[in-house]
């Protein structure tokens, strides 16, 4: 048995974290995030639906460092399957929200650019 207090310190305090949901032999990982954003409890089955997961842990950035908190020790192999999936997930999640930046900003951009270009003096006067 293990105290969630662990697990729950670590995700307050990050800025991106994830449950860990994984087979005895971490070849089967499903990450579920917990920050910025959730996903509801049906999209939890539905990911899960016909597979044998078990709580593995909790996952997190925090201050941009990544951090662990696991619910028993797993060998390197096992740690480093988890890392890899975390990491790829922390670039999706990264590049969507960069992706929204830069549209919004674009999108800002261009019309600061096209209000100042309709200021302008039309020089055919």
Same mark, same amino acid.
């Given at each position: ?18 449950? #860990?949901?994984?087979? *005895?032999? #971490? ?6 995030? #917990?920050?910025? &954003? ?5 999209? #939890?089955? &539905? ?6 997961? &078990?709580?593995?842990? %909790?996952?997190?950035? %925090?201050?941009? %460092? ?18 890899? *999936? ?10 969507? &929200? ?24 039309? *020089?055919?006067?």
């Amino acid at each position: 048995m293990f105290s969630a207090d662990r697990f729950q310190l670590l995700a307050a305090s990050a800025q991106v974290a994830v449950i #860990v949901l994984a087979n *005895a032999d #971490v070849t089967d990982i499903e990450l579920i995030p #917990v920050k910025p &954003h959730t996903i509801s409890d049906d999209e #939890v089955t &539905h990911r899960c639906a016909g597979r044998v997961l &078990h709580f593995a842990g %909790v996952l997190g950035l %925090v201050d941009g %460092v990544g951090h662990s908190q696991l619910a028993e020790p797993l060998d390197e192999q096992r740690v480093s399957a988890l890392a890899d *999936a975390f990491t790829t997930y922390c670039v999706t999640l990264m590049g969507d &929200h960069l992706e929204r930046e830069i549209a919004k900003h674009s999108a800002g951009d261009f019309v600061e650019w096209a209000q100042r270009l309709y200021r302008l003096p039309d *020089a055919r006067d």
